[in-house]
């Protein structure tokens, strides 16, 4: 049986066909323009395939209420040209199999839980670290939803002294996002993140900013697991800095055996490494046909 997987991210989809153990069989890498030319070929490359079932983690924001008429209609994302626009109308419009849409984060969150470092736990955080920044969670299977969905990259931060960065968040900020992404830390900086030493002073502002969010993170979901992945996360000499800041900032008061270990398979970078993303939308595909034979 085959099965489609979309990782619909804002710089590019990649699109793959699935056979049942995971394998990937067909792959490809679509640019992310306007919504005619990426939609188009995205269709274009499954039609040659008999799949059963689809599944998208997208960028967002997006509807992902399967009860919604809007279902999966992309909402108000600053790429203007994609707001409004349903992927999953235009997918089976052509295509007409069953879809699971959830968010990028979302998805690999559940990557994680079926079938990488979450595997045997009964929750996932799954935090991204990139252009944007964005947290997914799943609980027993079930990734969160709510109202909408969660929004964990634009949670607040208390600075730390000495740090007068303004952030880019355009709407908030100086909030997580505004902070730690890709573009906050080329702005401070004046240059790139892959490109800064290991010892330049940025990664204790970011370690430490990430710390902090973990807790959050942690206070709130109380995840069994938490795993970052995107860009900034291949910096690999930042984790241990990380999971100091986590321990300063807990500073004790949520007890439990794994939070008083080195931490190093608490808050570590996902099993799926880059993958993460499109095999999360290859769970979706197998929960949507799986949904479809109930
Ligand atoms: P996206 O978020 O667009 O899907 P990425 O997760 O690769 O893509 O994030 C891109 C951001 O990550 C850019 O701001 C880039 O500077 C930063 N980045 C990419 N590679 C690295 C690296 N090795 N170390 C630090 N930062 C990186
Ligand atoms: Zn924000």
Redesign the pocket.
Known sequence: MLYGAIEA???KFVCAVLDEKANILEKTIIDTLNPDYTMGKTVEFFRNYDIVSLGIGTFGPVNIDPESPEYGTILNTPKLNWRNFNLIKYIKSDINVPIIIDTDVNAAALSEYKMGAGKGKKSVLYI?????VGAGFVSEGKTLKGLTHPEMGHILIRKMEGDDFEGVCPSHGNCFEGLV???A??KRCGK???F?PENHEVWGYIADYIGQALMTYTLVLSPEIILI????S??EHIFPMIREAFKKHMNGYVQHRVLDGDLSQYIRYPENGQMAGLYGAYQLALQAHEDSNK
């Open positions: 991210g804002g710089t991204t670290i990139g252009t944007g992404s890709g573009p830390i080329e790139k993140a892959q800064l992945g995107g860009g900034v291949q910096q």
